[in-house]
């Protein structure tokens, strides 16, 4: 199976070419690839940083003497109520 499908509207009919992809095309697209998991290895890699730090500032505010309910008024983002 073909990686590109061209279509030239320009004929009269359209012509369809279907070709593999040229060497520059496909080292493209290892790298898209690779770019696209590095992006999500690091949005992974934040989320669990957030949610590390969230923790430690709700046992912080709780240490303090803070209840759930003053926490999620002060910091509604913090809390999920």
């Known amino acids: ?3 590109v499908i061209e279509t030239d509207y320009t ?5 369809v070419t279907e070709r593999d992809f040229t ?3 496909a080292e493209q697209v290892i790298k898209d690839a690779q770019d696209a998991q590095a992006a999500a ?3 992974a890699a934040k989320a669990a940083a ?3 730090a969230r923790d430690a500032a709700i046992a912080h505010a ?8 003053m926490i999620a008024v002060m910091y509604p983002n ?4």
Do not use: H
């Open 1 to 3: 199976m073909a990686d």
């Open 11 to 15: 004929t009269d009919p359209p012509t």
């Open 23 to 25: 060497p520059e095309e």
């Open 41 to 43: 290895d690091a949005a």
């Open 50 to 52: 957030d949610a590390k």
């Open 62 to 69: 709780k240490s303090l003497g803070f209840t759930d309910a």
């Open 78 to 81: 913090l809390v999920n109520v």
